[in-house]
């Protein structure tokens, strides 16, 4: 089935902008980034932002723009049966446009993926390939899906403690 993904949710100051690959079945049913249950992405701004997962999902966004982040996925659209990234179509993918959303957003510094396959995705077709119009910073940071439960919420909320981190950077 061929999905597509949402628009990128980035204020005009964003700094920082996290990457995932394509939102899962259950986010674009629910057209809301990161809503399935499991997902830890939520849990995880609350953690480091303070951004509480039990708010309403526009606040959400709101309260994460106002702290310089933003969201948005690699892939525009692909094929793909069911949730999962190993799933996706090699063949279909057509990306973002990057180049764009860099010069509208020029204060964009950190590109953080979500998982390796964000980021892997991200050097095969647009790493190189894009003219961008300057070289944020990139950062992997350990997915936080239910696909990926191997990794314990301590040793995620270590790595994504790099997110604050950047933003005091700027």
Same mark, same amino acid.
């Given at each position: ?31 809301? &980034? ?9 849990p ?12 309403p &999902? ?64 991200y ?10 119009? &300057?070289?944020?910073? &990139? ?32």
């Amino acid at each position: 089935m061929q999905v597509n993904c949402f628009a990128p949710v980035v204020a005009a100051d964003c700094r920082l902008l996290i990457l995932g690959s394509m939102p899962g079945q259950r986010s674009l049913d629910a057209q809301a &980034y990161y809503a399935h249950p499991q997902n830890r992405f939520w849990p995880m701004m609350e953690t480091l932002f303070g951004v509480a997962a039990s708010l309403p &999902y526009e606040t959400r966004l709101q309260q994460l723009q106002a702290q310089g982040v933003g969201i948005w996925d690699v892939l525009n659209q692909c094929f793909r049966i069911g949730s999962l990234d190993s799933e996706i179509e090699e063949d279909s993918i057509i990306v973002n446009d990057f180049a764009s959303l860099l010069h509208a957003h020029p204060h964009i510094r950190h590109i953080c993926f979500n998982g390796a396959k964000a980021e892997q995705t991200y050097q095969r077709y647009v790493a190189g390939k894009a003219q961008l119009p &300057y070289q944020p910073q &990139y950062h992997r940071l350990p997915s936080t899906s239910p696909a990926n439960a191997s990794i314990p919420w301590a040793n995620k909320v270590a790595a994504w403690q790099l997110l604050p981190a950047l933003l005091k950077l700027n």
